[in-house]
């Protein structure tokens, strides 16, 4: 299941160390069952910036939950996976990489 970035929604709960990201906007609160979130569902500016600023974003926010809520840096990985922006940024040799080309970077 691929979310576009546009539509992502990156929640996890430090006391269960789980991640997902869901699609916004989230009719079915699969987002529930997750203690904090972050993306399309709070950032009031997240419609007008570029994709890049979107990924930025999350990355910062994903590492935050790393380093501040303990969540495991391969948990936060593997939930950001399905956001093909984020698949094809990372370099080829990684898992859950989209990227073809292992010289390549998003900048």
Do not use: Y
């Not at 990201?21 to 910036?49: E, I, L, Y």
Request: glycine share 4%; charged share 20%.
């Amino acid at each position: 299941m691929n979310i576009e970035i546009k539509h992502a929604i990156l929640c996890w709960d430090a006391a269960s160390q789980k991640a997902a990201v869901v699609r916004h906007p989230d009719h079915v609160n699969a987002s529930g069952p997750f203690m904090f979130s972050t993306g399309a569902c709070w950032v009031q500016k997240w419609p007008n910036m570029s994709d890049e600023e979107r990924l930025l974003t999350l990355l910062i926010d994903a590492w935050q939950a790393v380093i501040r809520d303990g969540m495991p840096a391969d948990e936060m990985h593997r939930a950001l996976c399905v956001i093909p922006e984020f698949a094809e940024s990372i370099a080829a040799d990684v898992p859950g990489s989209s990227n073809t080309n292992i010289f390549a970077g998003l900048f």
